[in-house]
T-cell receptor, first 115, second 114 residues
Framework: DAGVIQSPRHEVTEMGQEVTLRCKPI?????LFWYRQTMMRGLELLIY????????DSGMPEDRFSAKMPNASFSTLKIQPSEPRDSAVYFC?????????????FGPGTRLTVL | RKEVEQDPGPFNVPEGATVAFNCTYS??????FFWYRQDCRKEPKLLMS???SGNEDGRFTAQLNRASQYISLLIRDSKLSDSATYLC???????????????FGTGTQLKVEL
């Protein structure tokens, strides 16, 4: 079975440019999470979707960040304009939020470098 | 104070050794607990859940002390393939709709050597 798919795997861009990260969750999962990981701050939750609806975006650092989930099989995280401090690994994770168990499965991540 | 605190390591141990990692969490209302494993330049993967009574999965044993807000992971007979970063993860809440709001520690690095 395919796991969570993310693209691109690596992105190098210049400050001020728009960056779009993409995620395809595991089929049948109803929850999707975007995380950011840096050496200094570790893994931080940016936004959570349930049934394609954004439920909690309190972790989104600022208005330059936006996320969408137009359907159950696709989500994007956009940064516009990008800044060097946005350099990090961005992970997408999905889960099936049932009553008892909802293990989050992570994608391979997108390594973003903003010059 | 961080919500989840871990010793970053690295822990360098010889193959076959027993090694223990500790983790403390600040929110006494936290509901469930996990250990995730992250290999270098890879995504985190669930290693095991941590239950109040303690639980074991092969060479791995997890313990929870709610009174002290403390979680541990013990690895026996360590293998070279155990080299990774181990993330302590706490679920303090559930989102509307049921998803787990996980808080990750920054991880403890383990290096198992010949």
């Amino acid at each position: 079975d395919a796991g969570v798919i993310q693209s691109p795997r690596h992105e190098v861009t210049e400050m001020g440019q728009e960056v779009t990260l993409r995620c395809k969750p595991i089929s049948g999962h109803n929850s999707l999470f975007w995380y950011r990981q840096t050496m200094m701050r570790g893994l931080e939750l940016l936004i959570y979707f349930n049934n394609n609806v954004p439920i909690d975006d309190s972790g989104m650092p600022e208005d330059r960040f936006s996320a969408k989930m137009p359907n159950a099989s696709f989500s994007t995280l956009k940064i516009q304009p990008s800044e060097p401090r946005d350099s990090a690994v961005y992970f997408c994770a999905s889960s099936f939020s049932g009553k008892d168990t909802d293990t989050q499965y992570f994608g391979p991540g997108t390594r973003l470098t903003v010059l | 104070r961080k919500e989840v605190e871990q010793d970053p390591g690295p822990f360098n141990v010889p193959e076959g050794a027993t090694v223990a990692f500790n983790c403390t969490y600040s929110n006494s209302a936290s509901q469930s607990f996990f250990w995730y494993r992250q290999d270098c330049r890879k995504e985190p993967k669930l290693l095991m859940s941590v239950y109040s009574s303690g639980n074991e999965d092969g060479r791995f044993t997890a313990q929870l002390n709610r009174a002290s807000q403390y979680i541990s992971l013990l690895i026996r007979d360590s293998k070279l393939s155990d080299s990774a970063t181990y993330l302590c993860v706490v679920n303090k809440d559930r989102f509307t709709g049921g998803g787990n709001k996980l808080t990750f520690g920054t991880g403890t690095q383990l290096k198992v050597e010949l």
